[in-house]
């Protein structure tokens, strides 16, 4: 089972350029999560989205987007990319009250 | 808020050399804790679920038990295949609402010499 998958893995930009992380999940999942890891901070949650349909600002939204285009697949959208933007980005997906499944991440340089 | 913190930081052992980490959180009702292992350039893996006070789980040299304020995971003769940074979470006090969310703690990063 591919369970979550993001793309791309490596991503280099420039300042003010835009960019669109890719997630999908094949387990059927209702709900979706976008995570940012920093070395010190953490995981972050940027936004999630409860089921298809709708999405909702978590910890760190400011200066991205998101967009729950079915049941499978969120995107995270940069779009003024700025490099306090650098870091892991990560997805997740969870049904009930399991414990949420995580893709491999995306790491993403802003320079 | 919820707040969960881990402690070490860091903690280096020899290969056999057990050790416990602990994950520690103030939460306004104990309703689970989840462990999670991370892989360098890897995202996390689930490990365990614990629901209640009491409860414990074993996987291979690890164990995790979970009292009301504080949870801790156990390496027994750790190899250096163990190493990996460790991470723990809350879950939100109600797990079938919309706004589920959980709470992560910064992790402790675990290296095993040979």
């Known amino acids: 089972n591919a369970g979550v998958t993001q793309t791309p893995k490596f991503q280099v930009l420039k300042t003010g350029q835009s960019m669109t992380l890719q997630c999908a999940q094949d387990?059927?999942?209702?709900?979706m999560y976008w995570y940012r890891q920093d070395p010190g901070m953490g995981l972050r949650l940027i936004y999630y989205s409860a089921s298809e349909g709708t999405t909702d600002k978590g910890e760190v939204p400011n200066g991205y987007n998101v967009s729950r285009l079915n049941k499978r697949e969120f995107s995270l959208r940069l779009e003024s990319a700025a490099p306090s933007q650098t870091s892991v980005y990560f997805c997740?997906?969870?049904?009930?009250?399991?414990?949420?499944?995580f893709g491999d991440g995306t790491r993403l340089s802003i320079l | 808020e919820d707040q969960v913190t881990q402690s070490p930081e860091a903690l280096r052992l020899q290969e056999g050399e057990s050790s416990s980490l602990n994950c520690s959180y103030t939460?306004?009702?104990?309703?689970?804790l989840f462990w999670y292992r991370q892989d360098p350039g890897k995202g996390p893996e689930f490990l365990f679920t614990?629901?209640?006070a009491g409860e414990e789980k074993e996987k291979e040299r690890l164990k995790a038990t979970l009292t009301k304020k504080e949870s801790f995971l156990h390496i027994t003769a750790p190899k250096p295949e163990d190493s990996a940074t460790y991470l723990c979470?809350?879950?939100?006090?109600?797990?079938?609402?919309?706004?589920?969310?959980?709470?992560f703690g910064k992790g402790t990063l675990l290296t095993v010499n040979p």
């Open positions: 387990m059927n999942h209702n709900s």
């Open positions: 979470a809350v879950p939100p006090l109600f797990s079938g609402g919309s706004n589920y969310k959980l709470t």
């Open positions: 997740a997906s969870r049904e009930g009250a399991q414990p949420q499944h």
């Open positions: 939460v306004s009702g104990l309703r689970g």
């Open positions: 614990l629901y209640s």
